[in-house]
Structure formats: C-alpha cells, structure tokens
Nanobody
Framework: VTVVESGGGLVQPGGSLRLSCVASDDALAIASMQWYRQAPGKQREFVAGVRDGAIKYAASVQERFTLSFERAGRQSNLQMNNLQVADTAVYYC???????WGPGTQVTVSS
C-alpha cells in the first residue's frame, strides 16, 4: 500500500489550504489515515487522525483544521483554515493499518 499527499503550497497568514492523501487501491476501505507535520529543526508531530475510533486533533490546530474521508476511506482531506506562520512544515500522510508514509507536501505560510 502506498499513499501520496497533494495540495501543499504557499499561503499568506490567515489563508486556507486543503491537503489530500490518496491510498493505493489495495488499501482496505477504512478511514485509518493520520496526518503529521515536521517543521525545520523540529520533530515530526501529530496533526490529525482517527484514534480510538474518533477523529482527534493536535491542540495547536483544533478549531482551524478539519479532517474528512472519502472514497470509502482511501482518501483523506485536511482542510486548513486561518493558517499561521507556525503551521509552516512538511505535512505527511500516514496510513496506520499498513504503516505507510507518504513523501510529504510542503506548506509554507508567509506574508
């Protein structure tokens, strides 16, 4: 199983981006994707994903990011609103059932 992210880019503070992650067709049709991010010089951190049967968010993105699923769980979308400079990072999709990481997509928030 492979996963690939898309949708990153450059946005001004306060702007929005929508990231998507698509799993290969051999993935089970379950919503098990999680999103992580890694800023320069920092460790990779959890952003959003399904844990214990519910969608969870990091405190730093709560109320601003929304995770959704489609294509029977083989695609996840991370809607990111009111982006801040601190959100600048490479965002990674992680398919937790198979332990598959995507290559990442760069999100840069800058004026």
């Amino acid at each position: 199983v492979t996963v690939v992210e898309s949708g990153g880019g450059l946005v001004q503070p306060g702007g929005s981006l929508r990231l998507s992650c698509v799993a290969s067709d051999d993935a089970l049709a379950i919503a098990s994707m999680q999103w992580y991010r890694q800023a320069p010089g920092k460790q990779r951190e959890f952003v959003a994903g399904v844990r214990d049967g519910a969608i969870k968010y990091a405190a730093s993105v709560q109320e601003r990011f929304t995770l959704s699923f489609e294509r029977a769980g083989r695609q996840s979308n991370l809607q990111m609103n009111n982006l801040q400079v601190a959100d600048t990072a490479v965002y990674y999709c992680y398919e937790s059932v198979y332990g598959a990481w995507g290559p990442g997509t760069q999100v840069t928030v800058s004026s």
